[in-house]
């Protein structure tokens, strides 16, 4: 794809449903006693391979627009598949299905494509086998994984990594335990597990950075409506702050706590976003966002902040090139094992580009302001990163090639016709 520089970017829209809460109403809303009905659907390539791997297990899943209905099968009803699950690129369905998978009264193997094949499994095998299952990884580490259950035992697991999918893979272990349950986190990661349980019935309750999870009997359906992903929108958020004379509105965009670490870091380094028509959802605060172009300056992400904008670094490393001094990403190992490396593929592509990127082992230096030419760039098939370097090319001072920057349909698939629809460029 060719991507030529533009001078600004105005209107307003709204952005993709969040991908997080996408994914865990369509598991729940498999596992209540019920109808579910989920509005706002996010219809990305890894939301899909979650309502595939359930019709497999044998839950009646329809799609109409952007609304998914799900006739729930109850904690005991999902049934063998007679095939491998495909999880695709998501990690966030191979991650937390094992915990569910866990407490069936089957065996199921998952697998995936040559990304997740290569991101680590560990993390939650060794807490699932400390319950009771077992599971037969490739390298006692990689997917294909097979999951043998077993009756499961409650446990207290501290996890070495403030990990969202980590704990919610052994919170939904623990719907099925003896006993309770309970993860304790270096960080508070995000919470959107805890809070929709919660909704469906089950007991969760959170002391510090602590959650404990009640055996259940029961789920119950619910109806969701799913909020717009600051994930998808912190690269519109990030475009706007550093392309001149942009002015844009971002509509029902979920802020939770838990999520908005983006938006933190982004009003430190001095953007000026407005939040306004802030409610809460379905459990979820969202609000509308105004962005303005604006002189950034560079600052330290560290620490427990972190778990809350893991996602939402190659965006931050955007901005941090166009900001006056040094951007200080810290404590973010975790970058290593996404859909790609993404601390090396950030200082790999962006230095072509002429960024001063200094890489750490658990995050990078970022030395701003200096200008972006034109380049061929390659997004190694993960979709932040391929709107990440977008979004550095559009603000390049001469066009930029972006090799296979279709991957952006997992999570945005409108990306390209958005950023189109409202951008003006210098040819224009």
């Not at 090639?401 to 958005?418: A, E, G, H, R």
């Amino acid at each position: 794809m060719l991507i030529t520089p533009i001078t600004k970017l105005e209107g307003t829209f709204s952005i993709p449903s969040d991908k997080s809460i996408s994914h865990r109403s369509v598991m729940f809303g498999s596992l209540a006693l019920g109808t579910t009905h989920i509005s706002n659907f996010l219809m990305g390539d890894d939301c899909l391979s979650t309502i595939n791997c359930f019709r497999k297990l044998g839950v009646n899943i329809q799609i109409e627009e952007d609304t998914v209905t799900i006739e729930g099968k109850g904690l005991h009803g999902l049934t063998p598949s007679e095939d491998i699950l495909d999880c695709g690129n998501s990690g966030t369905t191979v991650r937390l299905i094992s915990g569910i998978l866990s407490g069936q009264a089957f065996s199921t193997t998952l697998t995936g494509d040559a990304s997740i094949q290569k991101r680590p499994m560990k993390r939650i095998i060794k807490p699932l086998s400390e319950m009771g299952a077992t599971l037969e990884a490739k390298e006692d580490n990689f997917c294909p994984m097979t999951i043998h259950p077993h009756a499961l035992k409650g446990i207290c697991y501290h996890s070495p990594v403030a990990s969202a999918q980590v704990k919610s893979s052994i919170l939904l272990a623990g719907l099925y335990a003896d006993g309770p349950t309970t993860v304790i986190e270096p960080a508070i990661s995000r919470d959107h597990t805890e809070r929709m349980l919660t909704a469906f019935g089950a007991t969760v309750t959170r002391e510090g950075t602590a959650v404990t999870i009640e055996p259940c009997k029961e789920l119950y359906a619910t109806d969701i409506v799913v909020p717009g992903d600051i994930s998808s929108a912190a690269f519109f958020m990030v475009a706007g702050l550093i392309t001149p004379g942009s002015d844009l509105v971002i509509q029902n965009v979920g802020i939770n706590p838990t999520r908005r670490g983006i938006l933190d870091v982004l009003l430190t380094m001095g953007g000026d976003i407005t939040c306004f028509n802030e409610k809460e959802v379905c459990g979820e605060p969202i609000c509308d966002m105004r962005v303005r172009y604006s002189k950034l300056h560079g600052t330290t992400v560290e620490g427990d902040i972190i778990p809350t904008l893991i996602d939402e670094i190659p965006a931050i490393a955007v901005a941090a090139l166009f900001a006056e001094g040094k951007t200080y990403i810290k404590d973010a190992a975790e970058l290593r094992v996404k859909e790609s490396d993404r601390i090396e593929t950030l200082h790999t592509e962006l230095s072509k580009m002429g960024a001063h990127i200094t890489p750490l082992a658990d995050g990078m230096i970022i030395d701003g302001g200096y200008p972006l030419t034109g380049a061929t760039l390659e997004s190694y098939h993960d979709h932040r990163i391929a709107m990440a370097l977008t979004i550095a090319a559009c603000n390049a001072q001469s066009p930029c090639t972006l090799k296979n920057s279709d991957c952006v349909s997992i999570s945005f698939p409108n990306f390209y016709q958005l950023l189109e629809m409202h951008s003006q460029r210098l040819s224009s």
